[in-house]
């Protein structure tokens, strides 16, 4: 998925915003028909934008939280604990239990560990369902006000301000995965926990929603199809070598990736060691990974209150490190579409910024109450996977089909002196849209209604919250064609298709049209339509003759396919010209 959409992709995208050194709505200036896929992608940026600070403000919560001698998830002597939760000394403890045969039944289904009934119960408070909004968490909403601030702050000037903070977001992090990884390999059943993470699963390949994960966490993950790369890159200088970038920083990122991957496995396995159950038990998706397990591993480890403040930090960092290129890419973005005085005003703009933060802040507040973490699956869920596939294909399409991959490479070469080998081309134009085509089609036909795992369940979302999900997805695909529609009424297109509808001038009952004959190709015709009294007129809008004056005489010009004139006088010469055969002219 890297190597045949991700990369090309990602070339693809940082090309055409340093060459036109444009936003990703202004850009499509290169065809205004596609001009949609720019509001598409700000609208999938803000949307994600808007619950990712949420997941930043679990983050600052956790954070704080660890700054105490013995972490509030450590055991179950907490006033928001129930009498089913189980701490760390009362796991069951089996010296004959190995890895290699856990069982999935292994694992308790009516308790729930000091972890996940702090994450549940007290910082979600969770409700029993979408249906039931419950109460505003005024934690969660101090938090995610503190987060909207940070992003203002650090977006107050644009990229000039946002590239200073970026070079200690990126590298910091880097020191506490390595740190994190030493400290879990030194731990029980890391070694288990890495296997499981080589060991490959071959049957989930016949399972689209694993492709069409791969193809969102490399979108995501390299910020494709949703603004980020155009507008970042429409800063770069024309001639930097965005060959290179193409290659190093795809690369980069999904070595990352991968050693991220050992990190969270190596404390997966000794997870699974501790509780003598199956891996696969213990790891959880979405959240639950970040704040429900991994506090779990923390809270064991020693020294447990430092390793925590020092992860949440590094969680944290990671999330502003995203959030800032996804709300950049929004904010300038409609700042292009503003007026000049207001583009050239510093005041005004800071004032537009801190406006769009205030409205993003508002929104977010409905997942801050007890049913937050419905929505905030609801959106991710839907945003994260149909649009942004939808997105990809259709720019694709307008790029390598439309304005032409020959084009595109020429822009390339203009700009570092090198144009594209047959792999970029042959992924532009081909390989990546069937990939794109087949990821969609198949998520489509192997589609479920959403669904949350809790702690006590799997959760069945009700059918509004269904119908609301296939909204989410609708908006970003309505916008592509709405304004695609729009510039092309705009732009003449209403015009020539109101022409292209009127009825041909010909139309109408056929007893109302006379015989119509193509032009005679030799005079031996000529001669027999003057034998038989036959007459021919000339028309205008077609080489066919239609009712006219008689023939006379003989034609004597050797060949004649079609006969047209413009004007008597054109006519009368035309006449003359052939021995007096057409001695009347012509009839209009």
């Not at 603004?227 to 193409?246: C, T």
């Not at 594209?420 to 134009?429: G, L, N």
């Amino acid at each position: 998925m890297l190597v045949f959409v991700g990369m090309p992709f990602f070339f693809m995208e940082i090309a055409l915003g340093q060459y036109a050194s444009l936003g990703p709505i202004t850009v499509w200036k290169l065809s205004p028909v596609f001009q949609g896929l720019g509001l598409a992608s700000i609208c999938v940026s803000g949307l994600i934008g808007l619950y990712y600070n949420v997941i930043i403000s679990y983050g600052l919560i956790y954070m704080v939280a660890s700054m105490t001698k013995s972490l509030p998830w450590a055991n179950c002597n907490n006033t928001w604990n129930s009498d089913d939760c189980v701490g760390a000394t009362e796991w069951p403890a089996d010296s004959t239990w190995s890895i290699e045969d856990c069982n999935s039944s292994n694992q308790a289904t009516n308790t729930y560990t000091p972890a996940e009934e702090y994450f549940y119960k007290y910082v979600l408070n969770i409700s029993d369902g979408a249906d039931d909004a419950g109460d505003i968490q005024l934690m969660i909403i101090g938090a995610l006000a503190v987060a909207w601030l940070i992003v203002f702050l650090v977006l107050i000037k644009g990229v000039g301000s946002l590239g200073k903070v970026v070079y200690f977001v990126a590298i910091f992090p880097y020191f506490m995965l390595t740190a994190l990884l030493i400290q879990g390999m030194l731990l029980d059943g890391a070694i288990d926990g890495i296997k499981y993470y080589l060991t490959p699963q071959w049957d989930l390949l016949a399972d689209s929603k694993v492709w069409r994960d791969a193809a969102v966490q490399i979108f995501y993950s390299l910020s494709v199809c949703t603004g980020g790369l155009i507008a970042m890159s429409s800063f770069n200088k024309f001639e930097n070598n965005i060959r290179r970038d193409a290659i190093m920083i795809p690369i980069i990122n999904c070595a990352t990736s991968i050693y991220s991957g050992f990190v969270i496995f190596a404390v997966l396995g000794f997870m699974a060691n501790e509780k003598r159950v199956c891996i696969a038990d213990v790891a959880e998706q979405g959240p639950g990974l970040v704040f429900v397990v991994y506090p779990e591993a923390l809270a064991k480890m020693p020294v447990a209150p430092l390793w925590s403040i020092l992860f949440f930090f590094m969680v944290v960092l990671l999330g502003f490190g995203s959030q800032f290129s996804i709300i950049e890419a929004v904010l300038s973005a409609l700042i292009d579409v503003l007026p000049r005085d207001v583009q050239r005003s510093t005041g005004k703009t800071i004032l537009f910024r801190a406006i769009m933060c205030s409205c993003f802040f508002l929104v977010g507040i409905s997942m801050t109450t007890q049913a937050g973490i419905y929505i905030l699956t609801l959106l991710d869920q839907s945003v994260g996977g149909i649009p942004l596939l939808v997105v990809g294909l259709v720019e694709c399409f307008a790029l390598q089909w439309v304005y032409g991959t020959e084009r595109c490479a020429e822009d390339i070469f203009r700009m570092i002196g090198w144009k594209p080998s047959f792999y970029w081309r042959w992924c532009w134009k081909f390989v990546s849209p069937l990939v794109l085509t087949f990821v969609l089609v198949m998520s489509f036909i192997q589609y479920k209604p959403i669904t949350y795992t809790k702690p006590d369940g799997v959760y069945e979302y009700p059918g509004w919250a269904v119908a609301f999900e296939w909204i989410v997805i609708s908006i970003p695909i309505l916008l592509m064609i709405i304004a695609g529609f729009y510039n092309f009424c705009r732009m003449g297109g209403g015009k020539a298709l109101k022409e292209a509808s009127k009825p041909e001038w010909d139309w109408g009952p056929a007893s109302d049209r006379e015989p119509f004959y193509q032009a005679p190709e030799s005079s031996e015709s000529y001669a027999n339509l003057n034998e038989r009294g036959e007459n021919i007129a000339m028309s205008y809008k077609s080489p066919y003759i239609s009712s006219a004056d008689s023939l006379k005489g003989n034609m004597h010009t050797p060949h004649i396919n079609t006969i047209s004139a413009n004007t008597a006088t054109q006519a009368n010469k035309l006449s003359s010209n052939n021995n007096g055969v057409l001695n009347e002219g012509f009839q209009f």
